[in-house]
């Protein structure tokens, strides 16, 4: 699920809170009806508690969740990135050509190389510029 983003509207019932996002993100297979079935499945293994879930999804993904009372929404929270599909992990796989052969990079290692071919152009350029003043 991409990251969700809690919205704070009009004073509220404490125990509210709506989780909204962007229906697509970290996994091709992260939907609506499969986050509330995490949220769902955390709440029956006793991991949270909730008091009911609300799909009011339509352009955006908006997802209300409502707390029991005596249970703290900033702990439900946590709970839900902890222990639910509302935070996922992204792995990135880059494959660029280096040296005439496919290499997988990390994005530091990509920002690296980009960064030291950008520093030899310009070293080139100045050279170039630096040649034409002289000559």
């Not at 990251?3 to 509220?12: D, I």
């Not at 955390?42 to 949270?48: D, E, I, S, V």
């Not at 996922?88 to 990079?105: A, D, Q, Y």
């Amino acid at each position: 699920m991409p990251t969700a983003k809690q919205r704070q509207g009009p004073r509220q019932d404490p125990r509210e809170r709506r989780v909204h996002g962007p229906d697509q993100g970290a996994s091709a297979t992260t939907t609506t009806d499969s986050l509330i079935a995490s949220i769902e499945d955390a709440a029956r293994k006793g991991k949270l508690k909730v008091k009911s879930i609300n799909d009011f999804t339509s352009e955006e993904v908006e997802i209300e969740i409502k707390c029991p009372q005596g249970v703290d929404a900033e702990k439900l929270v946590d709970a839900l990135y902890a222990f639910t599909d509302c935070e996922v992990t992204i792995t990135s796989r880059i494959v660029v050509i280096k040296e005439n052969r496919p290499v997988e990079l990390t994005v530091s290692e990509v920002l690296r190389e980009n960064t030291g071919q950008l520093v030899r152009l310009l070293k080139l350029e100045l050279e170039l510029k630096q040649r034409q003043l002289r000559g």
